[in-house]
Nanobody, 122 residues
Framework: QVQLVESGGGLVQAGGSLRLSCAAS????????MGWFRQAPGEEREFVAT????????YYADSAKGRFTISRDNAKNTVYLQMNSLKPEDTAVYYC???????????????WGQGTQVTVSS
């Protein structure tokens, strides 16, 4: 298994930026495709972005494209989500996830962190 711990969430005004980090406790980090998901209160969890094992391929939700950037550092067992031009509708708990399956299949992600709160004010 792999344990995931998110950090970097907080309160930010609309138009601001945050950088989320996810630390993975596994010696086989580079073997996993990684992703970020988010969930607002009372709503279903939704896909935000994914990245393949090497970091050479990324995949974004339409809502994130052009504003968010996912990246990874396999030497540090860490995946990042840089969020710019934040909007109130980005407010949610953000979760880091890992999969041994396809990075293009959100349903394949089976390992999850506890989440970090992101709140964007008007």
């Amino acid at each position: 298994q792999v344990q995931l711990v998110e950090s970097g969430g907080g309160l930010v005004q609309a138009g601001g930026s945050l950088r989320l980090s996810c630390a993975a406790s596994t010696r086989a980090f580079s073997r996993y495709n990684m992703g970020w998901f988010r969930q607002a209160p009372g709503e279903e969890r939704e896909f935000v972005a994914t990245i393949n094992w090497s970091g050479g391929r990324t995949y974004y939700a339409d809502s994130a494209k052009g504003r968010f950037t996912i990246s990874r550092d396999n030497a540090k067992n860490t995946v990042y989500l840089q969020m710019n031009s934040l909007k109130p509708e980005d407010t949610a708990v953000y979760y880091c996830a890992a999969t041994e399956g396809s990075m293009f299949a959100p349903g394949s992600f089976g390992y999850w962190g506890q989440g970090t709160q992101v709140t964007v004010s008007s």
